[in-house]
């Protein structure tokens, strides 16, 4: 691996390969994990995030929180980090070092959304576009301050579920001749929706397969016979672990002991191959 290349080049050249899968991860220790299974890439949601500092996903964290994970999951991984940027933490100056910072904390690539601030969960009701020439302005500022060409600006816009289809295509398409190197349609209901999407705006796009969302469960696969060329999993891993952690604190609570989930756990062994650990041997830092 050519350690001095750009991850954003990296990232790009896994996707001119085929559709890539890119799982959340909501820590370094679980971004490592990512990397162990083999995936090409590891996305940073601001909603997991959020999630794992108590917050609900409406904005809360600053700029300097979102790059102190970006900079642990991006060393601990060693993976191109796709990044959410909600609203780009401001106006148009705020994107542009959001950007700048973004990729010093070692991301591969950021998305913007359109959506007013505070925002909300793209798969809930209730959310509010900013004006297409604002977005429009966010997305020239990004592409503008990014430090290095392969850098991928990610255009995401809301409006499928907000004005409809039609008018999320127009502002993606905007988004794209204002230098967004990928557009992320975002809460689309159906596979139909993602293949009309598709064809009307042509190029790099990301596809986002949450769950107890707004979208069906689609498979890779279907993705990419429509012309995606990223598939993120934001909270997947979290609610995975989440819902595991509370079933077993419940168990605990009964019976008093962790006897009976032992078989459940990751042992220490596992977790000190997952860390590259031998006791007793100097610990590599990861470069």
């Known amino acids: 691996m050519n350690t001095n290349e750009h991850p954003g080049a990296r990232l790009r050249r896994a996707m001119s390969s085929g559709t890539i899968m890119c799982p959340g991860a909501f820590n370094a220790l679980v971004a490592r994990a990512v990397a162990q299974a083999g995936f090409p890439a590891v996305y940073v949601s601001g909603g997991a995030t959020a999630n794992s500092a108590g917050y609900p996903d409406v904005g809360m964290l600053t700029l300097m929180e979102m790059c102190r994970t970006i900079r642990e999951i991006s060393t601990a991984s060693n993976l191109p980090v796709v990044v959410d940027a909600d609203t780009g933490y401001g106006e148009v100056e705020m994107v542009g070092r959001t950007v700048v910072e973004y990729a010093r904390a070692g991301a591969a690539a950021l998305h913007l959304e359109d959506q007013v601030f505070p925002k909300r969960c793209g798969h809930l009701d209730g959310k509010q576009l900013i004006p297409v020439d604002h977005m429009v302005d966010k997305i020239k500022a990004a592409s503008d301050h990014r430090p290095d060409e392969s850098f991928v600006v990610i255009a995401r816009t809301d409006a499928a579920s907000v004005t409809g289809i039609e008018d999320a295509i127009e502002r993606a398409c905007r988004y794209r001749e204002a230098g967004a190197d990928m557009i992320f349609p975002e809460g689309l209901s159906s596979v139909e929706q993602f293949e009309t999407f598709s064809k009307a705006c042509p190029g790099l796009l990301l596809a986002n397969m949450t769950e107890f969302g707004k979208t069906p469960m689609i498979d890779v696969k279907t993705f990419e016979g429509m012309g995606y060329d990223l598939v993120i999993y934001p909270v997947t891993m979290q609610r995975v672990a989440m819902a595991a952690v509370s079933n077993r ?39």
Do not use: N, V
């Open 249 to 287: 604190l419940a168990q605990l609570a009964s019976e008093g002991t962790a006897e009976h989930f032992i078989d459940a756990m990751q042992t220490r062994t596992e977790l000190y191959d997952l860390l590259d650990y031998i006791p007793g041997e100097p610990w590599a830092f990861p470069h």
